[in-house]
Structures are given as C-alpha cells and as structure tokens.
C-alpha cells in the first residue's frame, strides 16, 4: 500500500508565481484527503480531480492562506449537478465561524448544507476508512492543529503553521515523512516568537522526532529557498527536500 501526498501549494501567506497558498491531497487506500484550502490550491486539485470526488477536508486553522478557498469549494459543489450530500470537513476552532460569517447574508443554501463540519483539536482522532487521522495542538497564535495519517503503517505528519514544541514533536515521532513549516531561514531570535518555525529549527524537529524524510513547506516570500535547504540539511540527519507545486511525495507502507 502506498501514501501519495501532492502539493496543491506550499506557499507561506500569499501567493507568489507558480506558488499557491497551503493545499496537500492526500491519496491512500482509495481515499482522497484534502489537507487545507489556501488561496489558489483547490485550483491545483482540479487539475486531476473534482471537489466533489474528495472524501475528507481538513483545515489546519483560520489563517486565510489555510482556509479561503472553501468559499469557492462551497460554490463549487453547489452548482456542480453531480454532487449530492455533505463533504466532512473536519477543522480547527474559528474556521467554521470565520467561512460562514464571510457567506452569511450572501447564499441561498448555508455552509452547512454543503458541508459536514466537525471540530478537531488535540487528542482527537478521525478514521477516514483505512486511513487514520490524528491530531495535537500547535504553537500559533490562533487555534491550530498538527496532522499525523497514518495508513497500512507509512505516517505522514502535517506541522500546519507551527512554532515547534513538544506537541509536534510527540506527533510527528518516528514519521516517514515530515511535511513541516519552514517560514524562515536564519536565527529564529530575529523573528516574533511562538508564531513560526525557521528552517534550522524544523530540522531539529525532524531529528528530535526520529522522522525518515523532512519536506520544508511554507516558506516566506522573501524567504530564500536555497538557503533554507541549505540550513535544513546541515542540521537535519535524513533526507531534505522543498516543497513544490503539484509535486507529488510518496509513502510506501511498511505493512
Ligand atoms: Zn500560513
Ligand atoms: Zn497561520
């Protein structure tokens, strides 16, 4: 059995060229997951899918480069005539608040009939058929989680914007593959605290996690890309590599 996870984008905070806003599909035992929904990502995902052909969306938290194109998703499935029920959509605290108050006033269907929205936060575990899902808490300055799946024994870990600590750590322990916020590169002391990680400092979390593979994801803008590879493979004991658009990552499971 094997894991596949593309990157819909992996830009941190706005767009750039060719560089979409947090999206990830996650292919597993015949599912097909969505890992966040920034700006232009869900684009990215119908160049090989439908929305409606999705079993699951997770949303990481309500930062807008996680989370907006769920309005156009909401659109989407509801003027696509093939698409019947709730798509489950599982989401860090604020996110529901934050969509349907952007929609409210404005559709003639809610949120809610097109979406099964469900609360995740620490702790909580979600079993999509094979595929398990669990999820920690994460260092950021709005309520955000960490994603671990797991599928026939491969485990990818998701950071979601992170500033590190114990909790992703613990969930990322003994991962395949890391998929982990690189925002910056340099001295993380140069930076405001407990927001996000630098390159340096995702790759002392891949080794204090014992993870096979670190893939950097969410960098800056600005941030150089060269660089932040550089630093991460100077610290970091495994395999390094940078997150692309509509590159795709694949897990073999172990079982
Ligand atoms: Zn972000
Ligand atoms: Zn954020």
Not at 244 to 251: A, I, K, M, Q, T
Request: hydrophobic fraction near 40%.
């Amino acid at each position: 059995m094997v894991l596949d996870l593309t990157v819909l984008g992996c830009a941190g905070s706005h767009t750039g060229v060719g560089r979409m806003c947090s999206g990830y599909l996650v292919e597993a035992a015949g599912k097909r997951i969505l890992l966040d929904a920034g700006n232009g990502s869900t684009g990215n995902l119908q160049r090989e899918h439908r929305l409606r052909d999705l079993d699951a969306i997770v949303i990481s938290h309500r930062h807008v480069d996680h989370c907006i194109d769920l309005i156009g998703c909401y659109y989407n499935l509801r003027f696509d005539p093939d698409h019947a029920g709730r798509m489950p959509l599982y989401a860090a605290a604020e996110v529901h608040e934050l969509l349907t108050g952007l929609l409210s006033g404005d559709a003639p269907m809610s949120f809610d009939d097109l979406f099964a929205h469900q609360e995740v936060g620490h702790g909580d575990h979600i079993q999509i058929g094979e595929v398990s899902l669990r999820f920690a808490r994460s260092v950021h300055p709005v309520p955000t989680v960490s994603t671990r799946i797991e599928v026939g024994g491969g485990t990818v870990v998701y950071s979601g914007d992170s500033a590190g600590g114990p909790d992703l750590v613990e969930i990322a322990r003994g991962a395949d593959l890391l998929l982990c916020e690189a925002t910056w590169t340099g001295d993380a002391a140069d930076y405001p605290p407990d927001i996000h990680l630098t390159a340096t400092d995702a790759a002392k979390v891949a080794n204090e996690a014992g993870v096979g593979r670190l893939i950097l994801t969410h960098l800056a803008g600005a941030t150089d890309r060269e660089q932040a590879m550089a630093e991460a493979a100077a610290v970091f004991d495994g395999t390094v590599q940078l997150a692309e658009d509509l590159f795709r990552y694949r897990v073999e499971a172990h079982d």
